[in-house]
């Protein structure tokens, strides 16, 4: 029998074998023998909260502030008249897309808990 566990964003594969239950962690963790799954799972839990190796989100509300706060400016930034002015047609409007899609990036990964270098990591 094989089940997977995850557990603060890592998995560990539960296996079975004989009476024991083992469960070894994506970074090469095993957990040794244990006598049932619940405990080859509460090993893994345990190893996952003491391990540096697995990013742990320490903030409880697991947001990024400041992402959200540079989502909320560009957002701003879109609604507000700009420094270029409209009354260049193509360009006057680009800076606020730009402003829009920025805005709502930062925002997203920023209630995700990531950082907003972690946010342009991802789209570059």
């Known amino acids: 029998m094989n089940s997977f566990h995850e557990f603060e964003g890592s998995k560990a594969k539960i296996e079975k074998e004989g009476e024991n239950y083992f469960a070894k962690c994506e970074c090469g ?3 040794g023998a244990v ?3 619940e405990g080859a799972i509460v090993k893994f839990e345990k ?3 003491s391990d540096p190796k697995h990013k742990i989100r ?3 509300s697991g947001k990024n502030l400041g992402s959200i706060f540079l989502g909320l400016l560009f957002l701003g930034y879109a609604v507000s008249p700009g420094i270029i002015p409209y009354s260049l047609v193509i360009v006057g409007w680009l800076d606020n897309i730009f402003a829009l899609i920025f805005g709502m990036l930062f ?3 920023g209630w ?3 950082s907003p270098r972690e946010a342009l990591k991802d789209v570059f």
Do not use: Q
């Open 29 to 31: 963790w095993n957990s």
């Open 107 to 109: 925002l997203g990964k």
């Open 112 to 114: 995700d808990g990531r």
């Open 58 to 60: 320490e903030e409880e």
């Open 47 to 49: 190893h996952v909260k």
């Open 35 to 37: 006598s049932s799954s």
